[in-house]
T-cell receptor, first 114, second 115 residues
Framework: AQSVTQLGSHVSVSEGALVLLRCNYS??????LFWYVQYPNQGLQLLLK??????LVKGINGFEAEFKKSETSFHLTKPSAHMSDAAEYFC????????????FGTGTKLQVIP | KAGVTQTPRYLIKTRGQQVTLSCSPI?????VSWYQQTPGQGLQFLFE???????NKGNFPGRFSGRQFSNSRSEMNVSTLELGDSALYLC???FGAGGSTDTQYFGPGTRLTVL
């Protein structure tokens, strides 16, 4: 069984400020973890993923996330927000190894204030 | 290379009707997954097909069904539509072999409205 909790359905930051989107997961097996972004009227685009190895994962558009097993967390960060970062972000988990279904969090809408 | 395509992009149906949605995966991908996205429930997994076989299934009633063809294209069908079926239906494709290199790529979705 696996689940994802995203803290905060809406987050607002000022342009140039740090972006921090929180994600905690639960998984009975070693997890694969993902962050996706969704722009209005579009599908989901993969930002980054953690499978094995280095716990700090760098993704596209300047985003990164750190896998912390002891805290069961996989928070998404970006040092400086841009207006173009305004979108909805989804954290997701699947079981490692053989293919397993992906479970998504409920999403966090990021608003960037000029 | 071309991404995941979904047709139609928008659909309006009335209660009791049935609907078929189509998804064409990225060339070479053998796995297709379907998700329902609603404001209240978020993204919920419907089912996944790999090499024409349903490999995983979510917790949806039997009104929701799917299939995959030999060219990996997939269709999902919803029969006896209910108002609550109004949603964005997303399709995602991947190689399907699992492991750290396998990644799902999403299509733009089909927006279904049930009146």
């Amino acid at each position: 069984a696996q689940s994802v909790t995203q803290l905060g359905s809406h987050v607002s930051v000022s342009e140039g400020a740090l972006v921090l989107l929180r994600c905690n997961y639960s998984s009975s097996v070693p997890p694969y973890l993902f962050w996706y972004v969704q722009y209005p009227n579009q599908g989901l685009q993969l930002l980054l993923k953690y499978t094995t190895g280095a716990t700090l994962v760098k993704g596209i558009n300047g985003f990164e996330a750190e896998f912390k097993k002891s805290e069961t967390s996989f928070h998404l960060t970006k040092p400086s927000a841009h207006m173009s970062d305004a979108a909805e972000y989804f954290c997701a988990v699947s079981g490692a190894g053989g293919y397993q279904k992906v479970t998504f969090g409920t999403g966090t809408k990021l608003q960037v204030i000029p | 290379k071309a991404g995941v395509t979904q047709t139609p992009r928008y659909l309006i149906k009335t209660r009791g009707q049935q609907v078929t949605l189509s998804c064409s995966p990225i060339s070479g991908h053998r796995s297709v997954s379907w998700y329902q996205q609603t404001p209240g429930q978020g993204l919920q997994f419907l089912f996944e097909y790999f090499s024409e076989t349903q490999r995983n299934k979510g917790n949806f009633p039997g009104r929701f069904s799917g299939r995959q063809f030999s060219n990996s294209r997939s269709e999902m069908n919803v029969s006896t539509l209910e108002l609550g079926d109004s949603a964005l239906y997303l399709c995602a494709s991947s190689f399907g072999a699992g492991g750290s290199t396998d990644t799902q790529y999403f299509g733009p979705g089909t927006r279904l409205t049930v009146l």
